[in-house]
């Protein structure tokens, strides 16, 4: 699944910019710069989550320090170790697998082996799964970011029941009364396939 780039800062309750993460971090800058007092809260898009970024300097400092890919974990010593053979090209990884007897048998009886049998199934069921896993992953962003920015709203609990039950039409009608920014990123997030 590709990883959205894509920011949101609030500045209280109101939103203050959207965009790409150095587009986001200028504009807080600038905000920040003007003295107010009033909270100002970076949220990764992707997962609803809020980020701290070093916000000291000039603004090519600022966009020298962001991170290059955001939402990509760094890679780990094994994966970055000398390879042998197999397909670097490909991005392969090799990592361990625990599974039964039977598994085992039935994965080293398949076309091509073990390793091809995991790629396909895996594959499989990526294309069976993707909507779902994207209304997963957009119902989590949508809750850690009313978590944080609408914990204390009235109708809050509600609201998260009708979001984890998949009612739009509640949960709308439960957020309706929230600052309009915050209502609208929450459902932006939560029922849009691309949060950005």
């Not at 905000?31 to 701290?52: E, L, Q, S, Y």
């Not at 085992?104 to 594959?123: H, I, T, Y």
């Amino acid at each position: 699944m590709t990883q959205r780039s894509h920011f949101t800062a609030f500045e209280g309750q109101s939103r203050l910019a959207s965009g790409p993460l150095a587009e986001v971090a200028l504009a807080v800058k600038k905000a920040a710069d003007r003295a107010m007092p009033t909270p100002i809260v970076i949220f990764d898009d992707a997962t609803g989550r809020p980020i701290d970024l070093d916000l000291r300097g000039s603004d090519a400092d600022i966009v020298a320090r962001l991170p290059q890919t955001p939402n990509i974990p760094e890679p780990t010593a094994e994966q970055t170790a000398p390879r042998g053979r197999g397909r670097p090209k490909l991005g392969v990884v090799a990592r361990e697998v625990t599974l039964l007897p039977r598994h085992w048998d039935w994965l080293s009886a398949q076309p091509g082996g073990a390793s091809v049998a995991l790629r396909k199934l895996v594959e499989e069921a990526r294309r069976a799964r993707g909507d779902a896993d994207r209304n997963r992953q957009a119902r989590d962003a949508a809750y850690h970011f009313m978590s944080a920015m609408a914990g204390n709203l009235s109708g809050f609990e509600e609201a998260s029941r009708a979001l984890f039950a998949s009612d739009r039409r509640r949960f709308t009608e439960l957020i309706a009364a929230w600052p309009h920014d915050i209502r609208d990123h929450t459902v932006k997030l939560a029922f849009s396939d691309n949060a950005g």
